[in-house]
């Protein structure tokens, strides 16, 4: 059975920094694609950032660019995004994501999904 288990969210003050976790099994991680999307109340969900399967490729939105690092260590099964200089307008519900035969070239619906991990920022 494919899960996604995301954790690292939190209450953090604006600047600080958080590392969110994507935990998988029942799969072999590193044949999948990974993506980091969230969602604000009241919002659309949106992209953040996407990794290929080696880990060669990434994607991230201009809204967080310079600011956030997806990562995956596929010996862990586990995938990152490491968060710096957080702003309130960060504050939603990530999400982590896969598809075993995906691309981080366009954003689209992938097929598996975490139940998501809430990161506040405020002060």
């Known amino acids: 059975q494919v899960q996604l288990v995301e954790s690292g969210g939190g209450l953090v003050q604006p600047g600080g920094s958080l590392r969110l976790s994507c935990a998988a099994s029942g799969f072999t991680l590193g044949d999948y694609v990974i993506g980091w999307f969230r969602q604000a109340p009241g919002k659309e969900r949106e992209r953040v950032s996407c990794?290929?399967?080696?880990?060669?490729?990434?994607y991230y939105a201009s809204s967080v660019k310079g600011r956030f690092t997806i990562s995956r260590d596929n010996a862990k099964n586990t995938a990152y995004l490491q968060m710096n200089s957080l702003k309130p307008e960060d504050t939603a519900v990530y999400y982590c994501?896969?598809?075993?035969?995906?691309?981080?070239?366009?954003?689209?619906?992938?097929?598996?999904w975490g139940k998501g991990t809430l990161v506040t920022v405020s002060s």
């Open positions: 994501a896969a598809d075993r035969y995906g691309t981080c070239a366009m954003n689209y619906d992938m097929p598996y």
């Open positions: 990794i290929s399967e080696s880990g060669a490729g990434m």
